[in-house]
């Protein structure tokens, strides 16, 4: 179904571009939210396209809420399980930024296209073992990201913001919350998934979240982004 919907899409961008939509598209996005997520629908999956319109793949709101987050924060580091879009975007308003990527294909084509400030680390799964970490992801059952997610161990100090949009996040977040300066701010994406919910619930009264749902680039249905932060007092 996914790979029907892309098709189409793509489709339907070639055709718009030839009839000057996409331009007009474009133009508009600069100055309205509701152009940019509709210019945004013939980018999914097009990285150079995300990369043009400086948009992270989360609901608008809670990039909206990270852009101030750092904007008070001039200094902020970063780091992020799963690149992409969000990576460079993190790179113009951080000011440095780690992201680990398990696509060894996907960190190649990555790496050209980061700022100076943001550093990629590829980590792949290795097989999957009785004691390691899995990923709920269909089609990666026999697989292990054990060093994935304890890669954030070689970052040195607490961290202000940490992105979880990647594989095994349930195992992630529990890295993320021991990691996470006492006023840093972590992003859980694609809370939709009632296994993402689960490990936020497991996390008790550690944390305090803000529950974003809307408008989302690339897609045509609103989806959420969890905002975690932890509890103080």
């Not at 999914?44 to 995300?50: A, F, G, R, V, W």
């Not at 992409?84 to 993190?90: D, E, I």
């Not at 590829?122 to 999957?128: L, Q, S």
Request: proline share 7%.
């Amino acid at each position: 179904m996914k790979r029907t919907y892309v098709t189409l899409v793509r489709a339907a961008r070639s055709v718009l571009g030839v009839l000057g939509v996409l331009h007009l598209l474009d133009l508009l996005a600069h100055r309205s939210r509701a152009a940019l997520w509709v210019r945004s629908w013939f980018s999914i999956y097009d990285l150079e396209d995300l990369l043009a319109l400086d948009v992270p793949w989360w609901t608008f709101r809670s990039a909206d809420e990270v852009e101030e987050f750092l904007r008070r924060r001039p200094c902020a580091a970063a780091f992020e399980w799963g690149s992409g879009a969000s990576t460079a975007w993190l790179g113009r308003r951080a000011a440095s930024v780690v992201s680990v990527e398990h696509d060894l294909a996907w960190a190649d084509r990555m790496a050209p296209v980061l700022p100076d400030n943001a550093r990629l680390v590829a980590v792949p799964p290795g097989p999957a073992w009785p004691g390691g970490i899995p990923s709920g992801k269909p089609g990666f059952a026999d697989l292990d990201f054990t060093n994935y997610v304890d890669a954030i161990d070689e970052v040195p100090g607490p961290l202000d913001l940490i992105v979880i949009d990647g594989r095994a996040r349930e195992a992630c977040l529990d890295k993320a919350v021991d990691r996470l300066a006492p006023d840093g701010l972590i992003v859980l994406d694609n809370v939709d998934r009632a296994r993402y919910r689960h490990a936020v619930a497991a996390q008790g009264d550690r944390i305090d979240v803000t529950w974003t749902r809307g408008l989302t680039p690339s897609l045509p249905y609103p989806t959420r982004t969890a905002l975690i932060s932890l509890r103080t007092g």
